[in-house]
């Protein structure tokens, strides 16, 4: 099958062991945004390196609650963008696809492929921020959003990634120990 790659792993996870992750990183992309709210970056480090962690580790499917969890979190809360949380309703959709493009990128290039981590980081990252900004141009071009999403869909979407992926390779260093 072709996306048989999605199921793949870069090490075999038990069935409890790869739910109880599963679990983690949804709770920790769902939650951070009621725990630390502000600012973007913080928040969106940490979800970037649990959608690292999740693509590193997660099977197919099990990625898709770690993938709609942060902006389902922002959204209920309504904190990171304060007064213009309303209007990330237009963007989740994007924002969930823009997630699944850095968890492809992963799942393909490196756990597939074995390109290097780095390379298929900086490659994911970057395909995610374009597609965000793209996204939200249009959308402010349209005028269904304010001019600040195009800052907080650009290149702080880049940075949250890549700063994310560099934590999730050290944190998946020491699991892979333990």
């Known amino acids: 099958m072709e996306y048989e790659f999605l199921k793949k792993q870069e090490y075999g996870l038990s069935y ?3 739910n109880i992750e599963m679990v983690v990183y949804t709770a920790v992309c769902f939650f951070v945004p009621f725990f630390i709210g ?3 970056l913080v928040v969106g480090v940490i979800v970037n390196a649990a959608l690292v962690l999740g693509a590193l580790n997660l099977r197919s499917y ?3 609650p770690v993938i709609m969890a942060p902006s389902l979190g ?3 809360k309504g904190l990171l963008f304060g007064s213009f949380t309303v209007f990330l309703v ?3 959709p994007f924002i969930w696809i823009g997630n699944s493009i850095l968890v492809y990128a992963f ?3 490196y756990v597939h492929k074995k390109v290097n981590r780095w390379l298929t980081l900086l490659t994911g990252a970057l395909a995610k921020m374009v597609f965000l900004f793209l996204a939200a141009f249009v959308l402010v ?3 269904v959003l304010p001019a600040p999403f195009l800052t907080a869909m650009g290149i702080f979407q880049f940075y949250t990634a ?8 050290g944190v998946h260093a020491l699991k892979k120990r333990i």
């Open 16 to 18: 409890i062991q790869e």
């Open 38 to 40: 502000h600012p973007q």
């Open 62 to 64: 099990k990625m898709l």
């Open 74 to 76: 922002v959204l209920s």
């Open 90 to 92: 237009y963007m989740v």
């Open 107 to 109: 799942k393909k290039m």
């Open 141 to 143: 071009k349209m005028g």
């Open 162 to 169: 890549v700063t994310g992926g560099f934590i999730a390779f």
